[in-house]
Structure formats: C-alpha cells, structure tokens
C-alpha cells in the first residue's frame, strides 16, 4: 500500500456525538471515528502534518466504540450491563461474543473489544491485492491512538430492512464497501461468523501487528487530532 494519513477523532468525557445519534456513552466505552488517506501528490484532500500540507485522497472511514473491557472487568463491572446501559447495538454483538465462548475464552485475556458499526473504503483500497492488510492492521492504528490493544474485533450484519441499500446510497465511497455485500469483506479478510450468522469477528493475534513489517516498505504518516484540535504528528515505518 502508499503512504497512509490517518486522524482519529474522540470527543470529551468519551461522548461522540455522530449522525447516528448514539447514546451518551459509559466510561467503559470510547467512540471512536477514524478517517484514512493515502498519500498522493494529485490528491484532492489536504492533511496537515508537522505544519505542512500532504496532498492526499480519502481511503477510508471507520466509526465505531472500543469497549475497555479489560478496565471494566478489573473494577467488578460487567460487560453486558454495560453496553445494555449504552447501546442495543453493542449489547447484541456482546451477547454474540458470549455465546461464541469468547468472553471466558483463555486466548482473550484482556478482553478489550472494537466494534465497527461502519467501514467505508475508496475504490483504490477495495481493489487493493493486499487489502487484507489492512483489515490486518485495524487493530494496530487503533492501539496506536488510545494506547488499548483490542483483543477482539466485530461487525455486526445489519438486521433492520434497507439499511445497507441507504448507506450505499449515501456514501461517497465506494458502494460495494457498504452495500448488502460488503459483510463477506470482513469474511474474506479473515473474520469468523458467530454461530447464529450475526456477527462477524475476530481474535486479534499481537504477534502480527508488530510495528515494523517491511513486507512491501510502506511507511505510515500519523496525524492524531482530537475534538479539541490538539495536534501530535508522528512518523513511523512499516
């Protein structure tokens, strides 16, 4: 893959107010928004990094909730009534990963949990050969702006009638990264299907997402702002 420029956004006291209007938030869980770029001297996006503007092109959009369950387990809390008291959505993908045995599962000790509701992808990522890479690394540009690892990954199908084909209409990405098919991208890169078929996760693997893999010399370009327009750019390579 080119260059990436990824921003995260947060907002205050872990509340993220989006189009979506999700409920005001638990301590327990951030909502996360994180927008991807990929470096291109005729690109029709600016990014600001070390004060200077990087031509880019929009690559991605994720927004979800990283669910700090490792925390939440260590004060005595539990995990189920607390995305009940949050969200219906992340309480049914909890209710999925419990009944698939992973909660208790001794390959996720921590049990830090990203739920994607929604992953929009240009056309330049969906048609990448080594698109998996990407879904590889999720984890990793997470970790790298909140300092939580998730031990587990989820998206969950959408249930309520027509609402890929209106997300599919209103994205300014690439259709097929929304539309009815686009749950098999998370299935063709590595994700598992729970049991009922609702769900679809995976168990992220530390060891792959070591943050220098030369495999094909990209380097990522990091610029993290927060809501309040705190700028910290960093420069890693991969």
Same mark, same amino acid.
């Given at each position: ?5 990824? $921003? ?31 470096? =291109? ?26 669910? $700090? ?39 996720? #000790? ?8 929604? #992953?929009?992808? !240009? !056309? ?68 598992? !299907? ?22 094909? =010399? ?5 610029? =993290? ?14």
């Amino acid at each position: 893959m080119k260059n990436f420029l990824f $921003l995260i956004h947060m907002a205050p006291k872990n509340e993220f107010e989006s189009v979506a209007t999700f409920e005001e938030s638990d301590p327990y869980i951030r909502w996360l928004s994180i927008d991807f770029a990929l470096e =291109n001297e005729a690109g029709s996006s600016s990014v600001f990094i070390y004060g200077e503007a990087e031509k880019a092109d929009d690559a991605a959009c994720l927004f979800g909730a990283l669910i $700090l369950g490792e925390q939440a387990l260590r004060d005595g809390e539990d995990l189920k009534d607390i995305c009940d008291a949050c969200n219906c959505d992340l309480y049914e993908a909890i209710e999925e990963l419990d009944c698939e045995g992973l909660l208790e599962s001794p390959d996720v #000790l921590e049990c830090n949990i990203l739920y994607i509701h929604s #992953l929009e992808l !240009s !056309s330049t990522l969906m048609d990448a050969s080594n698109l998996h890479r990407f879904f590889d690394r999720i984890p990793w540009y997470v970790f790298q702006h909140t300092n939580v690892m998730p031990q587990i990954v989820c998206y969950q199908i959408a249930s309520v009638e027509g609402y890929y084909e209106e997300a599919a209409s209103k994205t300014s990405y690439d259709r097929r990264s929304v539309d009815e098919t686009s749950p098999q991208l998370f299935a063709n890169n590595g994700y598992t !299907s729970s049991e009922s078929g609702i769900l679809l996760y995976k168990i992220v693997d530390n060891g792959t997402l070591l943050p220098c893999d030369n495999a094909d =010399n990209s380097s990522f370009i990091e610029d =993290n702002r927060s809501a309040t327009k705190e700028r910290v750019s960093t420069t890693r390579s991969f």
